[in-house]
């Protein structure tokens, strides 16, 4: 039982750190998108959500599509 329980408490924590690259890396190409501490780059920020897409991160593919249908940086 206890194992069980050590199982269930220590799962979330690992589907968090292995999504937590991804996010950060996603926020990243938004603020690359939109000039937050950086100096604006759509065609850097598409090809970042393309790459993110790539690997299965919804909102990045939601993002790279909107570039896409606005031709911002593609």
């Known amino acids: 039982l ?6 269930v408490l220590t799962a979330p924590t690992i589907v968090l750190a292995q999504g937590t690259a991804s996010d950060a890396a996603y926020q990243a190409a938004l603020n690359l998108q939109k000039g937050v501490g950086v100096k604006a780059d759509p ?5 970042e959500f ?4 790539d ?7 939601c993002q790279f599509a909107q ?8």
Do not use: E, S
């Open 2 to 7: 206890l194992a069980i329980a050590a199982l």
């Open 43 to 47: 065609a850097a920020a598409a090809a």
């Open 50 to 53: 393309q790459r993110l897409a």
């Open 55 to 61: 690997a299965g991160h919804v909102a990045a593919a």
């Open 67 to 74: 570039a896409a249908y606005r031709g911002a940086g593609i």
